[in-house]
């Protein structure tokens, strides 16, 4: 799967990727809004996973999910510790909520699920 991981922190991005290339999945990362506008527009994603506050600590990511919204409509993950901005991201499009620092689990489940979606 070709899986888009919008999110700042190295730390939380660099485990994500490790883990979730080493099941064989293709993972690229956006660290800011204009970057992850840019990488979408790449290619075409399976899942996306979506930090609430791209680089910074505001809660910047609702014109993100907006623009992706017009053309993508799989699964996005509404990643953040603030359960009302997950609110607002499920609300403008978001398919999945996973509060931080689980979003691993709850991606792994979306993975096993639409791998199981039959073609």
């Given at each position: 799967m070709n899986i888009l991981l919008i999110e700042d922190t190295e730390s939380v991005f660099s485990t994500w990727q490790d883990q979730l290339e080493a099941n064989g999945h293709e993972v690229h990362i956006a660290t800011t809004p204009e970057k992850a506008l840019t990488v979408f527009r790449e290619r075409n994603w399976d899942i996306i996973v979506l930090d609430g506050c791209i680089g910074g600590h505001e809660f910047n990511c609702l014109?993100?999910?907006?623009?992706?919204?017009?053309?993508?409509?799989?699964?996005?993950?509404?990643?953040?510790?603030?359960?009302?901005?997950?609110?607002?991201?499920?609300?403008?499009?978001?398919?999945?909520?996973?509060?931080?620092?689980?979003?691993?689990?709850?991606?792994?489940?979306?993975?096993?699920?639409?791998?199981?979606?039959p073609s």
């Open positions: 014109p993100v999910l907006k623009e992706i919204r017009k053309s993508f409509s799989g699964p996005i993950v509404a990643a953040s510790s603030d359960e009302e901005l997950r609110a607002s991201m499920m609300i403008q499009g978001c398919t999945h909520e996973s509060p931080k620092p689980y979003v691993l689990a709850e991606l792994r489940g979306i993975i096993d699920f639409e791998l199981s979606k």
